[in-house]
């Protein structure tokens, strides 16, 4: 399968670097997914999304993010996120009470910290 270069750039810190075979984002106008020879294009990421990069080598990565931007040339997917963390980095506990909180950017990452929980779940 062909690869494509990726990166997941968050404002605190660099996530991830390296070749993968598929790389899926939610963004406002929806998910994408994004092979190698995609055309180019620019989207914003969804306020509360998850973005799944599958290395091609070891597992599926999944992280929750808080609004940025995926560029995707011919070649690479730079995924700069304003805020992105691991789905194992999530603390469900800390998570499903800050859904309860009056702190709306808690609370946004929350929903998003718990969406990546679940699809990092799924097969």
Do not use: C, Y
Request: aromatic share 2%; net charge negative; no cysteine.
């Amino acid at each position: 399968m062909a690869e494509i270069t990726v990166e997941l750039v968050a404002v605190e810190r660099m996530l991830w670097s390296g070749q993968a075979s598929i790389v899926t984002a939610q963004t406002t106008e929806g998910e994408i997914g994004v092979l190698a020879g995609h055309e180019p294009m620019l989207g914003q990421l969804a306020e509360n999304g998850v973005v799944t990069i599958r290395p091609v080598d070891g597992d599926r990565l999944v992280a929750a993010v808080q609004g940025g931007f995926l560029s995707v040339s011919t070649e690479k997917v730079t995924i700069l996120a304003d805020h992105a963390v691991w789905a194992n980095e999530v603390d469900s506990s800390a998570a499903e009470a800050d859904l309860q909180s009056d702190d709306e950017v808690a609370k946004s990452r929350a929903e998003a910290g718990l969406a990546a929980l679940r699809r990092q779940q799924q097969p």
